[in-house]
């Protein structure tokens, strides 16, 4: 059982962290009480913001004393509430936001040493710099940090080529429940010491271990890059595209993303500044970018292989961006998507994946079992379709309260979903965690013997549910 801080330990965290580094002011701790999406809202006894590993150890160790539970926050940009604390007003939120340091550029060997409050967008400037660059990019960029990239196994737009979050983390720093700092940075190819703690960490949504540092894996910065947006029928025809693209071009294939033509809609409506790149209608689009040495080598390559699948009936329409400029517009428009839909209103935001081979048929089977089981509801799939991830949101009847439609039917239509995906041999968290948001459901619909290991792990770890409880196990 955990218990709330009492004054004289808030008094010693404000001697060791400083005005900088503490605050119970409420004006102060309310931007980040509430979740992104706006789902979540907690109450904290009082914010910590450490600015070195040895304070975060400090603070553990005094929280381990004490029974305190503490809530691990990175850019608070997560899409399932695995960084907000509860109601109580009990817990203590560790901002890691003034741990910003990047320790060490390394060139020769292609990697790096970031702290976990740096900002994924300044870490890839950063790397930029030395002719390199970090292979992991989503749409929060300006806002998420390593150190929450690490602890949700962040994906995002290049894990079809470079993999995920746990694929480019090579080692890591982290402060575990009694204080003790886990030094892991060291980058080897080789260790066969047992569990994979590394691993371990990352994904765990700072439930076993709170993240300090990370050594990354880098690759050399690509000089050249086509992007195209292309018009198309269906799920079934882009990854028969994908399979084409792949099989005639390998490794220089970067990104392939799936966009209903309802979220293009969307984005047009309520992000400003964006426009449409074909101006015909395709009920379906793919994003697709090549990335690699020679900027003709690629561009040749892209306009056979599109031009092959034009002849051939599989892409209905094509534009190739000529500029960097334009690329960037187009992966903007991707981008800007959970945006978009946020400000359509009320919706359900399901991060699934299945077996490539079996998305579109995810794609195309689940809305029908939803209209069959909540009538009018409507489903919309985007995403990565080579990582077999897409976001799958489900949104009220159009004459519906949304908000008394989901309240109602909610819980309901998620497990349908989920079910769905399990069914196809997929999981309920592709990319964005459980968090508070999926825990119960991951309770209820995973397999007994995963959830006993889950259980087991926390329970060896933190045996007293101090590092963010209530959040991926139960």
């Not at 081979?357 to 919309?380: C, H, K, Q, Y």
Request: charged share 20%; net charge negative; glycine share 10%.
């Amino acid at each position: 059982m955990t218990h709330p801080p009492s004054a004289s330990l808030l008094d010693t965290f404000a001697n060791l962290l400083g005005s900088k580094g503490f605050s119970v002011d409420p004006g102060v701790m309310a931007p980040w009480l509430t979740d992104w999406r706006g789902k979540y809202h907690g109450r904290a006894a009082a914010i910590l913001s450490p600015a070195t590993t040895g304070e975060v150890a400090s603070i553990v160790r005094l929280c381990a004393e004490a029974k305190v539970a503490l809530v691990p926050q990175g850019g608070n940009s997560g899409m399932v509430g695995g960084a907000t604390p509860d109601t109580s007003g009990e817990q203590l939120l560790l901002s890691l936001r003034r741990m910003n340091r990047i320790r060490h550029i390394e060139a020769a060997g292609q990697l790096a040493v970031a702290e976990a409050g740096v900002i994924l967008e300044n870490f890839h400037n950063a790397v930029l710099e030395h002719g390199l660059r970090f292979p992991l990019t989503l749409g929060g960029k300006g806002s998420a940090t390593i150190g929450g990239l690490v602890s949700t196994n962040a994906g995002g737009t290049q894990v079809l080529r470079h993999g995920s979050m746990r694929t480019l983390t090579l080692g890591i720093e982290a402060v575990l429940p009694d204080g003790s700092i886990f030094d892991g940075l060291a980058p080897l190819k080789k260790d066969n010491r047992g569990y994979d703690l590394r691993h371990l960490f990352c994904g765990a949504e700072g439930t076993l271990g709170i993240v300090t540092a990370a050594s990354l894996r880098l690759v050399p910065a690509a000089p050249a890059r086509r992007t195209a947006w292309i018009g198309i029928d269906s799920p079934d025809s882009a990854l028969l595209l994908l399979r084409r693209v792949d099989a005639a071009i390998g490794r220089e294939l970067e990104g392939f993303e799936l966009i209903p033509h309802s979220c293009l809609d969307a984005v047009l409506r309520h992000i400003p500044q964006t426009r449409a790149p074909i101006t015909a209608r395709h009920p379906w689009y793919v994003l697709l970018e090549l990335a690699g040495e020679s900027d003709q080598t690629l561009g040749e390559a892209l306009e056979q292989q599109l031009a092959s699948a034009l002849d051939a009936g599989l892409v209905r329409d094509v534009v190739i961006a000529k500029s960097d400029r334009e690329s960037e517009d187009f992966w903007r428009l991707r981008d800007s998507i959970s945006e978009a839909e946020r400000a359509e209103g009320p919706a359900l935001q399901h991060d699934i994946s299945v077996p490539v081979d079996l998305m579109p048929a995810f794609i195309t089977e689940n809305p029908v079992r939803l209209s069959l089981a909540f009538a009018g509801a409507r489903a919309l799939s985007f995403g990565h379709l080579g990582d077999g991830n897409v976001h799958h949101h489900v949104q009220p009847p159009v004459d519906a309260d949304g908000v008394a439609w989901l309240a109602e039917h909610g819980e309901a239509v998620s497990r349908l979903v989920y079910s769905h995906a399990l069914e196809l041999g997929g999981s309920i968290s592709a990319e964005h965690g459980i968090g508070q948001m999926k825990r119960d459901i991951l309770a209820e619909l995973d397999s007994p013997a995963r959830l006993s290991a889950l259980r087991g792990i926390k329970d060896g770890l933190d045996p007293d549910r101090l590092f963010n409880p209530g959040k991926l196990v139960v």
